[in-house]
């Protein structure tokens, strides 16, 4: 993973642990270059998993992509943010759709504490 495109992720990382407060459980950065060593040709999917309800997930929508509009202005990052919650990530590893395996384009840039 470029360590550029995380840099630049982890300037934003303190807008999404303020939107999801406590219910944000984990969130992993894929990276998916489309030119060589590139960051201004790249596309980012935000995995993030939290601790609500399927329903209440779309509340927190609007400021999300306001966050991701700002690193695609800044950055020319387009961001494209996954938000599940955690009963669906169970589901989506049970049924094989998700693999927690992290590769060399992911990177896991936060994780709440288990006490949290």
Not at 22 to 47: F, G, M, Y
Request: with cysteine; net charge negative.
């Amino acid at each position: 993973m470029s360590e550029n495109v995380r840099s630049i992720f982890m300037r934003y990382l303190p807008h999404i642990r303020k939107l999801y407060g406590v219910h944000l459980r984990k969130v992993i950065l894929q990276w998916i270059p489309r030119a060589e060593n590139s960051v201004d040709e790249s596309d980012v999917t935000l995995l993030i998993f939290v601790d609500l309800r399927e329903g209440e997930i779309e509340q927190y929508s609007e400021y999300m992509s306001a966050i991701c509009s700002d690193m695609l202005i800044e950055y020319s990052i387009w961001a494209n943010p996954v938000v599940k919650s955690i009963d669906q990530l169970r589901g989506d590893i049970a049924q094989g759709r998700f693999d927690e395996t992290i590769s060399n384009e992911q990177s896991v840039v936060y994780e709440a504490d288990e006490k949290n």
